[in-house]
């Protein structure tokens, strides 16, 4: 009569694993603040279309193919993505892992031996059998590391997407970088040529006792000043072209950029959205998320060490003195086995278990909160910034316009003799600060539009798979 009650019990057992009993919380998403629209967006002109940013990748919002194709290669070659997306494959392995700890065991084993005793002969046996093993999800606590295992596979594949646009949004800063410099190199060029003109015309001056030594002295200053600038600007290119090389995963000696000193400057219009929006969209949030999702299936792991361990064991097999032996039914015998395991007495570390893992919820919650509250400001910001760099830009190009008639006039008034050498020395150097602060903001206001999309998630949503 055992046998029947056994197998009842067993089957009870297999009807509430099935039921699913889950001694974890159920999870909800942490509460964040949720403003109705950016601060910073008064007075935004609205991008149209306003899906732009999801239509396909965002660096050709800037229409630059030498972007485009460099871009490209960030997906391939970039070691921080491969070593990315290793980590998702390794965590996508753990919850196949997880899984696999639903369902039963099997394992098959065949031995054979010979033994026996010095003048009585050997006697030889095989033996073959089938065995398996189950533990039942009684409590929930295997479906809890399979959650657990799958938010962190969702994480993961957030922190993919993060490490991707983070090494794109580098390579396209580091590319503006790269053409503002070749047009500061060109402007400085121009300007050399000029104070080598200027220089020429002080030295004939000088020569005929116009002048005095001082003046040629101060041209000679001034040029000397500019080649060195121009020196300065090589080198903050090479750096960054070295950069560029190995965000390609390539060594910056199998990597050259050609100058472009004509440089066409297009900052795109960036779709903006709403606040709420942002949550689905940045990738750093996800990974956030999800993180909260897998510390609450662990508080389901460790809560279900309260309830017994129960397993279930089975087996078959046969053992014969020849292998013919092995696949006779007379020889075959079975075995069906019930366990369970309770921990009596633990001092409590059950419970400090549990109070860890509550404890780890909150604070991956208040990691979650965090991070949307940074992203709402990191938006901000660059919306801030957006705004006023397009204002600088219009103001500087006053400025260098202003500056450059300044300095046409100041040299005639000293080839007419009205004014000192040092009044050129001033209007040469405010209309070259002048032409190069206007060179800057223009690549201020490209960098920023990168920050802005990489601040709005760069097109990635929820749900995204590598």
């Not at 109705?36 to 899906?51: C, R, S, T």
């Not at 490490?163 to 390579?171: D, I, V």
Request: glycine share 8%.
């Amino acid at each position: 009569m055992r046998q029947p009650k056994l197998l009842r019990l067993s089957l009870l057992m297999l009807a509430a694993s099935l039921a699913g009993c889950s001694v974890g919380p159920a999870y909800q998403v942490p509460s964040t603040p949720a403003p109705a629209a950016f601060k910073e967006l008064a007075g935004w002109v609205p991008a149209a279309p306003a899906d732009t940013l999801e239509r396909g990748p965002w660096w050709q919002l800037f229409d630059d193919p030498i972007l485009n194709e460099l871009a490209a290669g960030i997906e391939v070659s970039n070691q921080n993505v491969a070593a990315a997306v290793a980590n998702y494959a390794q965590a996508r392995a753990l919850v196949a892992q997880q899984r696999a700890a639903l369902f039963p065991s099997l394992n098959l084993q065949l031995s054979g031996d010979r033994s026996g005793v010095r003048g009585q002969g050997a006697d030889t046996g095989y033996r073959l059998n089938l065995g398996g093993s189950w533990e039942p999800d009684v409590w929930g606590r295997l479906r809890a590391g399979v959650t657990g295992a799958e938010a962190s596979a969702a994480a993961t594949a957030a922190d993919l997407a993060g490490a991707r646009l983070s090494a794109q949004g580098e390579l396209a800063a580091n590319y503006f970088a790269v053409r503002q410099l070749d047009a500061t190199r060109a402007l400085l060029a121009d300007t050399v040529a000029g104070y080598e003109r200027v220089l020429q015309i002080t030295r004939n001056r000088f020569n005929v006792g116009i002048v005095a030594r001082t003046d040629v002295l101060q041209a000679e200053t001034q040029l000397a000043s500019a080649r060195s600038d121009e020196l300065s600007v090589v080198r903050q290119r090479a750096q960054a072209e070295h950069a560029i090389a190995i965000l390609l995963g390539r060594a910056p000696a199998e990597f050259t950029l050609a100058p472009l000193p004509e440089w066409r400057v297009k900052v795109p219009e960036v779709p903006v959205g709403v606040p709420s929006t942002l949550l689905q969209r940045r990738p750093d949030i996800a990974a956030a998320e999800r993180d909260v999702a897998a510390a609450n299936a662990d508080i389901g792991i460790a809560r279900a060490a309260y309830f017994p361990n129960i397993g279930l064991s089975a087996s078959g097999g046969t053992v014969g003195s020849r292998v013919g032996d092995l696949f006779s039914a007379s020889s075959a015998a079975w075995s069906f086995g019930l366990s369970a395991a309770q921990t009596i007495f633990n001092a409590g570390a059950t419970r400090a278990s549990v109070a860890g893992a509550e404890a780890r919820q909150q604070a991956a919650a208040a990691r979650y909160r965090q991070t949307v509250l940074t992203a709402f400001a990191d938006v901000e910001d660059q919306l801030t910034a957006t705004r006023v760099l397009a204002q600088q830009q219009d103001l500087r190009r006053q400025a260098a316009e202003a500056a450059n008639l300044v300095e046409q006039q100041i040299l005639n008034q000293y080839k007419a003799g009205q004014v000192s050498y040092t009044e050129v020395v001033q209007a040469q150097v405010t209309a070259l600060n002048a032409r190069r602060s206007l060179l800057q903001v223009q690549a201020d206001r490209q960098t920023v539009a990168v920050s802005l999309i990489q601040a709005l998630g760069g097109g990635w949503q929820v749900g995204d798979q590598p």
